[in-house]
């Protein structure tokens, strides 16, 4: 049988709105890595499709989901459930695939432990007011509440990112940050932090 190389996997995370889902598309789009679709028990948005942001499931399920092993890390983030299914990336991997992760910081850090030539990469937005009006922006709808959650927890994640993030990448032009992504991913040989 022929060994084949297995394929990179890359951790992207940063805060609500900075840009991680419009910059993952256009990564996928470019490179043909896998980007890996997590489960959630959140609402789904207006714009959202299930199956292509989320695999949106009930409480239940998602619990039921971790009895069963389903999941190479999940985490509760703002009050629901996100998880990243072995069989987004499992495959994949050993098709030689890149996979990309787009999970917060507290997944990123399970995944580190795991495999450690995970290669990971911050997204930070220009300035927090750019980092505001992209959250007004989007217009996914939801209450106050959880907006200002929203923004609360991004200085919080921000402080911990340059203790566990060999990558930073500040998202203002968007075209620059996807090349600066991508560069990262292909000049990448293994990573130490
Ligand atoms: P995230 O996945 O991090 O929550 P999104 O990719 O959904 O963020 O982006 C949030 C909003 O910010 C979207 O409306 C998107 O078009 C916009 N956006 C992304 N990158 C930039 C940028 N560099 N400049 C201005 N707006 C941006
Ligand atoms: P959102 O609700 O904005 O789509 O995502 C909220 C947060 O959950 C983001 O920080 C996002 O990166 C994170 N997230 C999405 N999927 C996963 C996952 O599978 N695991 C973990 N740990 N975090 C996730």
Request: glycine share 8%.
């Amino acid at each position: 049988m022929i060994e084949r190389t297995q394929g990179k996997l890359v951790v992207i995370s940063g805060p609500s709105s900075v840009g991680k889902s419009t910059i993952c598309r256009a990564v996928v789009e470019r490179t043909g890595a896998h980007l890996s679709v997590s489960t959630t028990t959140r609402p789904k948005g207006p714009r959202e499709e299930d199956g292509r942001e989320y695999h949106f499931v009930s409480r239940e399920a998602f619990e039921e989901g971790i009895r069963n092993d389903a999941f190479l890390e999940y985490a509760e983030v703002f009050g629901n459930y996100y998880g990243t299914p072995h069989s987004e990336v499992d495959a994949p991997l050993r098709e030689g695939k890149t996979v990309i992760l787009e999970i917060d910081v507290q997944g990123a850090r399970k995944i580190k432990l795991i495999r450690p030539d995970v290669i990971m990469i911050f997204i930070l937005p220009p300035t927090p007011k750019d980092l505001s009006d992209r959250m007004t922006g989007r217009g996914r709808g939801e209450d106050e509440k959880t907006a200002a959650l929203r923004l609360n927890t991004a200085s919080r994640e921000i402080a911990a990112a340059w203790q566990y993030y060999k990558h930073m990448v500040i998202n203002a032009d968007l075209e620059q940050a996807i090349r600066e992504v991508i560069d990262i991913i292909q000049g990448h040989s293994g990573d130490s932090k």
